[in-house]
């Protein structure tokens, strides 16, 4: 049974951090694509980084600079750094694979406010 546990999130003023960490199992978590989505209020979900299984790393540009995904494959676990956030980060954040599949687990909730 695949199941996905996101943490790490919180209330957080502008330009400041969190690390948010993404505990998998039910799957061989080194061989997927793995990747951060979110989710802001009124929008649709969208992808924000991946970290293939390869080891090719991605960004959506408007967290270029700001926000490096990591992965730790021993543990089935995937990480983001988020520095230096901005009040249009905040969202629902939610770890899946990529493609993503069709189980999502509760995700984690980032606001980014003064």
């Known amino acids: 049974q695949v199941r996905l546990v996101e943490f790490g999130g919180g209330l957080v003023q502008p330009g400041g951090s969190l690390r948010l960490s993404c505990a998998a199992s039910?799957?061989?978590?080194?061989?997927?694509?793995m990747a951060w989505y979110r989710q802001a209020p009124g929008k649709e979900r969208e992808l924000v980084a991946v970290?293939?299984?390869?080891?090719?790393?991605r960004y959506v540009d408007s967290v270029k600079g700001r926000f490096t995904i990591t992965r730790d494959n021993a543990r089935s676990t995937l990480y983001l750094q988020m520095n230096s956030l901005k009040p249009e980060d905040t969202a629902v954040y939610y770890c899946?694979?990529?493609?993503?599949?069709?189980?999502w687990g509760q995700g984690t909730q980032v606001t980014v406010s003064s």
């Open positions: 039910g799957f061989i978590f080194g061989s997927y694509n």
């Open positions: 899946n694979t990529n493609p993503a599949g069709g189980f």
């Open positions: 970290f293939t299984s390869g080891g090719t790393i």
